[in-house]
């Protein structure tokens, strides 16, 4: 069975910064594009970042010099350093990943979200 355990989400206040972790399992899976997506109340899920397996990154406009997004495939696990938080990067932050499972067919598969909530 597929998991997706997140953690290092908080309260911070504007400036500081977090650094979530995704571990993904079981082990023997390997993974195409593993990245970090958030939905904030009311609105609708959206991509943060994400990355290749040989680790190119991608990221939203809204985040591009703040955050950075890192992966160590030998443990399954995506990493999501955000950095000069604002207010408007509260959310609950989403890990994802995606893998093969049938000819020309990918699954992503999500983890259950961790709050990240930052004061002015």
């Known amino acids: 069975q597929v998991r997706l355990v997140e953690s290092g989400g908080g309260l911070v206040q504007s400036g500081e910064s977090l650094r979530l972790s995704c571990l993904a399992s079981p082990s023997a899976y390997s993974w195409n594009v593993m990245g970090w997506w958030r939905q904030a109340p009311g609105k609708e899920r959206e991509l943060v970042a994400d990355s290749t397996s040989d680790g190119s990154p991608n990221y939203a406009d809204s985040v591009k010099g703040r955050f950075t997004i890192s992966r160590d495939n030998a443990k399954n696990a995506v990493y999501l350093q955000m950095n000069n938080l604002k207010p408007e990067d509260t959310a609950v932050y989403y890990c994802?990943?995606?893998?093969?499972?049938?000819?020309?067919?990918?699954?992503?598969?999500w983890g259950q979200g961790t709050q990240v909530t930052v004061s002015s």
């Open positions: 994802s990943a995606s893998r093969p499972t049938g000819t020309m067919q990918t699954t992503r598969y």
